[in-house]
């Protein structure tokens, strides 16, 4: 029999418990919502008001991935559900995780939570920008590093403040809290300081997406600030072989970083990392962080 728990008045069936989902490290299902559930408030606060797309493995990385924006059958009736802006249908229908019940609801069904750079009650309208440093090999997170330092001091040349955090991959992302301005706005200032640090970094950065261009060099990703696009959530597990989680960095790991296995970070350390540092991404969901675009 399924075990039915009751979070915050809401009563959850939470199956499978002792699946093992990561072959590498032996995790289970039940350690993956208890992570989850350590882990809720500062995860609470990064999806708030964002309508979610799921990135489903319900086997585990090695099975079956599938993306879902809409909310899947059997959602409960009590989970937030927003209408958004659709390139395909007009308008869409996406779960929106505010509270801890819908949280584990969703963590149960075994997903990465992935979010648009604005919120629910402004479709396309930013409040973040967010670069995806995408190393191809043989570069790894050291060089994504170098690109990252170069571009949080050309960001700060025009007064805003950039976070780090691994994409709990290959790569790092990089986001800065902005005042609200339209995403086709953010989209280009982004594209437009890709380009200059491939300018002035041409042996580490190509701001085009094309394969053949990327061996030995960083992509510098800046199309994810279209409003259509959405970016791993800080603090989810990825698909990955082993249960990483995009994790925030201190600057201070970014500038000492000398291997990319300095920066990877699993489902055991998020805790510690919280006690010690808090949520370093914190300024993210402060208004009085945001930056103007120039």
């Known amino acids: ?160 403040e950039a976070y780090a955090k691994t994409s709990g991959s290959k790569g790092l992302h990089l986001l800065v809290p902005l005042e609200r301005a339209p995403s086709a706005e953010v989209s280009a200032y982004a594209k437009g300081l890709a380009v200059e640090a491939e300018t002035a970094l041409p042996r580490l950065v190509v701001h085009r997406m094309r394969r053949s261009l990327r061996p030995g060099k960083v992509f510098v990703d800046h199309s994810q600030n279209a409003a259509a696009k959405k970016t791993a959530t800080p603090y989810t597990l990825r698909a990955r072989a082993e249960p990483t989680v995009s994790t925030p960095l201190t600057w201070e790991e970014v500038e000492g970083c000398t291997a990319a296995e300095q920066l990877v970070f699993g489902v055991n350390d998020i805790a510690g990392r919280l006690e010690r540092y808090g949520d370093l991404l914190g300024p993210l969901t402060d208004p009085g962080s945001a930056g103007r675009l120039p």
């Open 1 to 160: 029999m399924t075990p039915i728990t009751e979070v915050e008045g809401r009563r959850l069936a939470l199956s499978n418990l002792d699946k093992v989902l990561y072959a590498a490290t032996g995790t289970t299902k039940g350690e993956v919502l208890h992570y989850y559930a350590r882990t809720a408030g500062p995860l609470l606060a990064h999806l708030a008001d964002r309508p979610v797309s799921f990135l489903r493995y319900p086997d585990g990385p090695d099975g079956q991935r599938f993306f879902t924006k809409n909310p899947p059958p059997g959602t409960p009736s009590w989970v937030r559900i927003a209408d958004v802006p659709s390139t395909t249908a007009g308008t869409s229908r996406q779960v929106v995780v505010g509270d801890l019940p819908t949280l584990m609801w969703a963590a149960n069904l075994v997903v990465e939570f992935h979010t648009p750079q604005w919120c629910a009650d402004e479709p396309g309208c930013a409040d973040r920008l967010v670069f995806d440093l995408d190393p191809g090999a043989p570069a790894t997170a050291v060089e994504c590093c170098e690109v990252a330092l170069w571009l949080r001091e050309r960001l700060s040349a025009d007064g805003l």
